[in-house]
């Protein structure tokens, strides 16, 4: 039996949800938060429109967060710090 505190030989055999799901992760997060931003200009119901544009808001952060460290990575291959500026 392998010891689960040795690092694993393929950095991608942990990933735990499926690639698809995985690569559509940032652009569901950017719908979810314009969606709310949306609903927040429509809803008039006790503390809704302030829930909707705070959770709009952390939606669009966490996606635009997620897509660009994505880009980041892929673009230097996984190596911090070797990026090159076009």
Excluded at 29 to 34: M, P
Excluded at 41 to 70: D, E, Q, S
Aim: glycine fraction near 6%; proline fraction near 6%.
């Amino acid at each position: 039996m392998e010891n689960e505190s040795t690092p694993r030989k393929n950095k991608y055999c942990a990933m735990w949800i499926s690639r698809p799901i995985y690569e559509i992760l940032p652009y569901f997060y950017l719908t979810a938060g314009a969606l709310c931003l949306g609903a927040s200009m429509y809803v008039n119901h006790w503390h809704w429109p302030t829930i909707c544009f705070a959770v709009g808001l952390v939606c669009l952060v966490a996606g635009l967060v997620v897509f660009l460290k994505r880009r980041d990575y892929r673009d230097t291959d996984g190596r911090p710090g070797n990026r090159q500026d076009y």
